[in-house]
């Protein structure tokens, strides 16, 4: 087959040859780049690979594949290419370190320069001018095969520069969906098309699920498995890196068996640990090691370094879809973690600093401590605090109502007792030890020794100190005395947080196994905050990679970048011909005014898929709280209202109208609906003595307590 130059310019990128066997299942290909002209170069690879699709050849793995490129800007470019299409394979080049980097997450084998000239060679020509050039790319004896199906729930990520074009493109997806292999569909959406502000992105495990949710958004409608919004400029991303909640065995597993960006990140890490900690952390993140054998404290001690290790290979994994962070901020010894990603520490530093700190916990960190989380002020709890010395610390401000207190058992619990009889709620946390306490002072200046010893380096990502709350300094961050602090005295998240809001950012990702720090991010800023904060994982979902990929779904449709193609990565797929937008796509028709039912299945619709259950399995007069809802639903459920409505609903709305049929009255109120079904009771304002009681509650009971309001006005009506 004879493939034209890519463009007329003799200089430019031309394909100079190219043989493929029948089927197409192997090809050899050469390419030149254009030495400085990233984009000649890129347009060439994607136009001959073109070439290869229109004639059937479209290969399986790749044959011996001579590129030419000078390692300047454009090489980023053929990495990319290559890690996009055959990224199944591992890294090794001694010849030229600087080609490993280049293509270290493309994972393709570059071997030494030998008899079968296989590897990294030098021309004359390019020498002096261009450096070395990548002679063969050839597939790793090693390597598996791509597996054709993706184990997980397919992203269809849709975008338009109008309503009307996203309905439009979806409608047309859903007619070619029959004819086109869902992951092939993907990637090429991905690939191909541009991101426009009104966006969608629907998940689906079957074909089923698809073109549900391609007919929801053809329809201008919802589905649990699709993800909308408006994109927008976003001010900043940040990480956080929980040190505790959430930990279950196996939490890892899916992941690990999903994404080979995440499993290399999961192994690297847990063979640094390997040598210092008696432990299978592995065994633990996967599932596969129970760890009958240890007690209550090393299990807590065991789980800590496991979430560790799941946090820096989320990271990783986010990273290589683009999501990546401009601010990281951890909690307690999470911010360890986020330390390490922003490259503070080696992998191999951070591991022995964790192992050291676990020895000396189990060494040196006395009995008889506890922990409670206790619904109050910091003001009020320091004051609480006074006379009781070293016995009881404040251990964490976590939002504006929420603390934790640590120190002697009793001591402690006599603080929520305390705090108990007026009506404030406290729970013991389920730990064996007092940290962020006294008790933690006889192992810090083993602490300090160990953090000295290892390699410590200026941060690349700026780091929110959890000791003070601002950005903290290189000299902190490479200080032994400042880590030992960090164990020692309080974690001030909430001050945290509000350095992030400060800094501009307004987009916050919770690395954590069950979103406990989403959810206290959003009590932080507060009902109105325009942040969009996401849980990366969630303790209940029945599947982690679609948790992860709905969460990535939503900071899509909000505007942050994210390479979905990289998410594709290890799995078998083929660009394809996608529909072709038609000119003059008609407006959105304009919507009818509203009436009662209408908004009734709005509410239910929004609520099925705030929990992504089917609309049929959402009970209109459940209350919330039975639904399923926690604080972060709640907020979701509101952000989606506003946005169908136009209105500008407080996230107490779902507090004060407890259930879907009864918010759906309140919002036909709102609006003036058309009469329909009977309006529910109307529930009286709250004051503001009754609003700061209710922020000390939890959800639970904010829940029951308004049910029980509801409950008794509909006797006293009967009566």
């Given at each position: 087959?004879?493939?034209?130059?890519?463009?007329?310019?003799e200089?430019?990128?031309?394909?100079?040859?190219?043989?493929?066997?029948?089927?197409?299942?192997?090809?050899?290909?050469?390419?030149?780049g254009?030495?400085?002209?990233?984009d000649?170069?890129?347009?060439?690879?994607?136009?001959?690979?073109?070439?290869?699709?229109?004639?059937?050849?479209?290969?399986?793995?790749?044959g011996d594949?001579?590129?030419g490129?000078?390692?300047?800007?454009e090489?980023?470019?053929?990495?990319?290419?290559?890690?996009?299409?055959?990224?199944?394979?591992?890294?090794?080049?001694?010849?030229?370190?600087?080609?490993?980097?280049?293509?270290?997450?493309?994972?393709?084998?570059?071997?030494p320069?030998?008899?079968?000239?296989?590897?990294?060679?030098?021309?004359?020509?390019?020498?002096?001018?261009?450096?070395?050039?990548?002679?063969?790319?050839?597939?790793?004896?090693?390597?598996?095969?791509?597996?054709?199906?993706?184990?997980f729930?397919?992203?269809?990520a849709?975008?338009?520069t109008?309503?009307?074009?996203?309905?439009?493109?979806?409608?047309?997806?859903?007619?070619?969906?029959?004819?086109?292999?869902?992951v092939?569909?993907?990637?090429?959406?991905?690939?191909?098309?541009?991101?426009?502000?009104?966006r969608?992105?629907v998940?689906?495990a079957?074909l089923g699920?698809?073109?549900a949710?391609?007919?929801?958004?053809?329809?201008?409608?919802?589905?649990?498995?699709?993800?909308?919004?408006?994109?927008?400029?976003?001010?900043?991303?940040?990480?956080?890196?929980?040190?505790?909640?959430?930990?279950?065995?196996g939490?890892?597993?899916e992941?690990?068996?999903?994404?080979?960006?995440?499993?290399?990140?999961?192994?690297?890490?847990?063979?640094?640990?390997?040598?210092?900690?008696?432990?299978?952390?592995?065994?633990?993140?996967?599932?596969t090691?129970d760890?009958a054998?240890?007690?209550?404290?090393?299990?807590?001690?065991?789980?800590?370094?496991?979430?560790?290790?799941?946090?820096?290979?989320?990271?990783?994994?986010?990273?290589?879809?683009?999501?990546?962070?401009?601010?990281?901020?951890?909690?307690?010894?999470?911010?360890m973690?986020?330390?390490?990603?922003?490259?503070?520490f080696?992998?191999?530093?951070?591991?022995a600093?964790?192992?050291?700190?676990?020895?000396?916990?189990?060494?040196?960190?006395?009995?008889?401590?506890?922990?409670?989380?206790?619904?109050?002020?910091?003001?009020?709890?320091l004051?609480?605090?006074?006379?009781?010395?070293?016995?009881?610390?404040?251990?964490?401000?976590?939002?504006?109502?929420?603390?934790?207190?640590?120190?002697?058992?009793?001591?402690?619990?006599?603080?929520?007792?305390?705090?108990?009889?007026?009506?404030?709620?406290?729970?013991?946390?389920?730990?064996?030890?007092?940290?962020?306490?006294?008790h933690?002072?006889?192992?810090?200046?083993?602490?300090?020794?160990?953090?000295?010893?290892?390699?410590?380096?200026?941060?690349?990502?700026?780091?929110?100190?959890?000791?003070?709350?601002?950005l903290?300094?290189?000299?902190?961050?490479h200080?032994?005395?400042?880590?030992?602090?960090q164990?020692?005295?309080?974690?001030?998240?909430?001050?945290?947080?509000?350095?992030?809001?400060?800094?501009?950012?307004?987009?916050?990702?919770?690395?954590g196994?069950?979103?406990?720090?989403?959810?206290?991010?959003?009590?932080?800023?507060?009902?109105h905050?325009?942040?969009?904060?996401?849980?990366a994982?969630?303790?209940?979902?029945k599947?982690?990679?679609?948790?992860?990929l709905?969460?990535?779904a939503?900071?899509?449709?909000?505007?942050?970048?994210?390479?979905?193609?990289?998410?594709?990565?290890?799995?078998?797929?083929?660009?394809?011909?996608?529909?072709?937008?038609?000119?003059?796509?008609?407006?959105?028709?304009?919507?009818?005014?509203?009436?009662?039912?209408?908004?009734?299945?709005?509410?239910?619709?929004?609520?099925?898929?705030?929990?992504?259950?089917?609309?049929?399995?959402?009970?209109?007069?459940?209350?919330?709280?039975?639904?399923?809802?926690?604080?972060?639903?709640?907020?979701?459920?509101?952000?989606?209202?506003?946005?169908?409505?136009?209105l500008?609903?407080?996230?107490?709305?779902?507090?004060?109208?407890?259930?879907?049929?009864?918010?759906?009255?309140?919002?036909?109120?709102?609006?003036?609906?058309?009469?329909?079904?009977?309006?529910?009771?109307?529930?009286?304002?709250?004051?503001?003595?009754?609003?700061?009681?209710?922020?000390?509650?939890?959800?639970?009971?904010?829940?029951?307590?308004?049910?029980?309001?509801?409950?008794?006005?509909?006797?006293?009506?009967?009566?």
């Open positions: 087959m004879n493939v034209p130059a890519c463009f007329p310019d200089g430019t990128v031309v394909l100079a040859g190219l043989a493929h066997s029948s089927g197409g299942a192997e090809f050899d290909a050469e390419f030149f254009v030495p400085g002209d990233r000649a170069t890129a347009r060439a690879l994607e136009l001959t690979w073109s070439a290869l699709e229109d004639a059937g050849a479209a290969p399986e793995r790749l594949c001579a590129i490129v000078c390692l300047g800007d090489s980023e470019t053929v990495a990319g290419f290559l890690r996009r299409r055959w990224a199944r394979l591992s890294v090794t080049c001694p010849e030229n370190p600087s080609v490993s980097e280049m293509l270290g997450d493309a994972e393709l084998v570059l071997a320069v030998d008899g079968d000239g296989v590897g990294v060679y030098m021309t004359p020509a390019h020498a002096s001018a261009h450096g070395y050039l990548i002679r063969y790319l050839v597939p790793s004896p090693l390597a598996p095969r791509r597996p054709r199906a993706a184990p729930p397919v992203p269809l849709l975008s338009a109008s309503e009307g074009g996203l309905r439009g493109l979806a409608a047309r997806l859903l007619d070619e969906l029959g004819e086109l292999d869902p092939d569909l993907a990637y090429s959406l991905a690939a191909t098309r541009t991101s426009s502000a009104c969608a992105v998940l689906g079957d699920e698809l073109r949710g391609l007919t929801a958004v053809a329809s201008g409608g919802t589905a649990p498995n699709v993800v909308r919004g408006t994109a927008t400029d976003r001010g900043g991303v940040a990480f956080l890196f929980p040190g505790e909640g959430g930990q279950r065995p939490m890892g597993r992941l690990y068996e999903t994404f080979g960006v995440f499993a290399n990140a999961l192994d690297e890490m847990c063979g640094q640990l390997a040598p210092h900690s008696p432990w299978q952390v592995r065994g633990l993140l996967l599932g090691d760890c054998g240890i007690t209550a404290g090393e299990r807590e001690l065991l789980t800590q370094d496991a979430l560790f290790v799941l946090q820096i290979a989320l990271a990783r994994l986010l990273e290589s879809w683009r999501v990546v962070p401009d601010r990281v901020l951890g909690h307690s010894v999470g911010e973690a986020a330390a390490t990603v922003a490259g503070v080696t992998h191999g530093g951070i591991a600093v964790l192992a050291e700190r676990v020895r000396l916990v189990r060494e040196l960190m006395p009995s008889g401590g506890t922990m409670i989380a206790l619904q109050a002020g910091e003001a009020e709890t004051e609480a605090l006074a006379g009781h010395g070293d016995a009881v610390s404040l251990a964490a401000v976590n939002s504006p109502a929420s603390v934790v207190v640590s120190g002697e058992y009793d001591a402690v619990h006599a603080i929520g007792a305390k705090f108990q009889e007026q009506g404030r709620k406290y729970k013991e946390l389920n730990v064996r030890r007092a940290f962020h306490s006294a933690m002072d006889p192992l810090l200046p083993g602490f300090r020794r160990v953090v000295a010893s290892v390699e410590r380096s200026a941060p690349s990502i700026p780091v929110v100190s959890i000791l003070h709350g601002r903290g300094t290189t000299g902190e961050l200080d032994p005395g400042y880590w030992a602090a164990v020692r005295h309080t974690s001030r998240f909430s001050d945290g947080v509000a350095a992030l809001e400060s800094a501009g950012v307004d987009t916050i990702v919770d690395l196994a069950n979103g406990v720090l989403a959810a206290l991010a959003q009590d932080c800023l507060g009902e905050a325009d942040a969009v904060v996401v849980p994982l969630r303790g209940g979902a599947s982690d990679a679609a948790a992860l709905s969460a990535v939503k900071l899509y449709v909000a505007g942050v970048p994210v390479d979905w193609a990289a998410v594709f990565t290890g799995y078998d797929f083929r660009r394809v011909r996608l529909p072709v937008t038609p000119p003059g796509v008609p407006a959105v028709a304009p919507a009818a005014p509203p009436d009662r039912r209408s908004l009734a299945e709005l509410v239910l619709a929004q609520v099925a898929a705030v929990l992504e259950v089917p609309e049929a399995g959402v009970r209109a007069k459940r209350s919330f709280l039975e639904l399923g809802f926690d604080s972060l639903a709640a907020v979701e459920l509101v952000k989606r209202l506003n946005e169908r409505t136009g500008r609903l407080p996230t107490p709305v779902v507090f004060d109208h407890p259930t879907p049929r009864a918010l759906a009255a309140h919002l036909a109120d709102r609006l003036g609906a058309e009469p329909g079904p009977p309006r529910a009771e109307a529930v009286e304002p709250a004051r503001a003595d009754d609003v700061r009681e209710l922020a000390a509650l939890s959800d639970e009971e904010i829940f029951r307590l308004v049910d029980a309001e509801v409950d008794a006005a509909g006797q006293g009506g009967r009566g």
